[in-house]
């Protein structure tokens, strides 16, 4: 099996490394392409009005692996190395482990999810690991679980292709209560913008966020980690609201009819 593997901390972030360290040296061939710095909360960018560079990457991962850095974005990394770079078609993508959590709503503005992503728009299964906190360097258990799922996909893959976001709670794996399957929640942002002066007299702001509301029902992958499980949620690229099609046309030909000459 060929794993490719990306994320949007930067080829030298220490989730990636552990992923990597514990899908190589055996049973599985391990390529990774990874932006060469962090990259976070890019979503879908692209690289357009400059060029893409790589550089290959040797000592630093497992002997097996091949590995470069991008210059570009998550998704120009992903993209970059399934049409330019990998010379077999990967069977998985993986992007992780991410340092901090990609619960509900988050999964948009996500680098991590969005290289992830680029693989289900080639119709390659996909995951996307991360581990829920911004301070923890132990990667240890969220490594040894996406271990266990590729096994799992490896020998029982699911019938269509799909992204499986997953987030890791960072505690000790004893304590991690067990796996839960579920949805997106909701989490709302508050965006502060701070003010300042540089030295030259201009002004420039500096954006922070903080959680003020989390709606979580009890299947939601938020409460999920509340409760001390891994959660795993499919998702896909469609964004279509299907149940709302319906009453769209009935209103758009109630208002618009006529508006626009018709072919």
């Known amino acids: 099996m060929h794993i490719l593997i990306s994320n949007d901390d930067g080829i030298y972030a220490p989730g990636v490394k552990a992923l990597t360290d514990a899908l190589s040296g055996g049973e599985y061939e391990v390529t990774v392409v990874c932006p060469d710095r962090e990259r976070s909360a890019m979503g879908h960018a692209l690289t357009l009005q400059e060029p893409v560079r790589v550089d290959e990457i040797k000592g630093y991962f497992h002997a097996d692996v091949k590995a470069w850095a991008c ?3 998550p998704s120009d990394s992903m993209k970059l ?24 709503t988050d999964v948009l503005y996500s680098g991590t999810v969005s290289a992830a992503m680029e693989g289900v728009l080639e119709g390659l299964p996909s995951i996307a690991f991360s581990l829920t ?3 923890s360097v132990d990667f240890s258990a969220a490594a040894a679980f996406a271990k266990k799922l ?3 996909i490896a020998q029982n893959p699911p019938d269509e292709t799909m992204l499986l976001n997953v987030n890791i709670p960072a505690i000790p794996i004893e304590d991690i209560c067990g796996v839960k399957v579920g ?4 989490r709302r942002w508050k965006d ?4 300042r002066v540089d030295p030259r007299g201009k002004t420039y702001y500096w954006l922070s966020g903080v959680v003020v509301e989390e709606e979580a029902s009890t299947d939601s992958d938020i409460q999920g980690i509340r409760d001390n499980y891994i959660t795993i949620t499919p998702l896909k690229f ?26």
């Open 71 to 73: 210059s570009g974005t």
């Open 81 to 104: 190395a399934l049409d330019a770079i990998v010379t077999t078609r990967p069977d998985l993508v993986l992007s992780g482990i991410n340092r901090g959590s990609n619960l509900g």
């Open 133 to 135: 906190s911004f301070a």
């Open 150 to 152: 590729v096994r799992a």
């Open 183 to 186: 949805r997106l929640g909701i």
């Open 192 to 195: 502060v913008f701070e003010k």
């Open 238 to 263: 469609d964004l279509t609201l299907h149940s709302a099609l319906l009453n769209i046309t009935d209103w758009a030909d109630k208002f618009l009819k006529g508006e626009i000459k018709e072919c």
